[in-house]
Nanobody, 124 residues
Framework: QVQLVESGGGLVQAGDSLRVSCVVS????????MGWFRQAPGKEREFVAG????????AYADSVKGRFTISRDNAKNTVYLQMNSLKPEDTAVYYC?????????????????WGQGTQVTVST
């Protein structure tokens, strides 16, 4: 059974930085494309960033491009999301997800496994 566990969320001020992490159980982490999604209260879940199996290809939502960086360490079964210059509109529950498809996707419907989420709150 594949389990994803996020950590690193918290309360920060606008302009601060924060890094969230997601550890994936199992021995096939390098066979997953990984994604970060977020959901704010009253809003639909949205794609934030994604990274291919070996980390050579990444994708970002326009709203975070240039501020957020996704990376992965296949030796540690971990994917990271470094968030800089945070804004109040970045406040949401952040979820990591694993996709067994070889193609990096921005659609949550293609991802097979999800974590429980970690709260990120950015104050003004």
């Amino acid at each position: 059974q594949v389990q994803l566990v996020e950590s690193g969320g918290g309360l920060v001020q606008a302009g601060d930085s924060l890094r969230v992490s997601c550890v994936v159980s199992g021995r096939t982490f390098s066979s997953y494309c990984m994604g970060w999604f977020r959901q704010a209260p009253g809003k639909e879940r949205e794609f934030v960033a994604g990274v291919s199996r070996r980390g050579g290809n990444t994708a970002y939502a326009d709203s975070v491009k240039g501020r957020f960086t996704i990376s992965r360490d296949n030796a540690k079964n971990t994917v990271y999301l470094q968030m800089n210059s945070l804004k109040p509109e970045d406040t949401a529950v952040y979820y990591c997800a694993a996709d067994t498809s070889p193609l990096l996707s921005r659609s949550g419907s293609t991802y097979d496994y999800w974590g429980q989420g970690t709260q990120v709150t950015v104050s003004t």
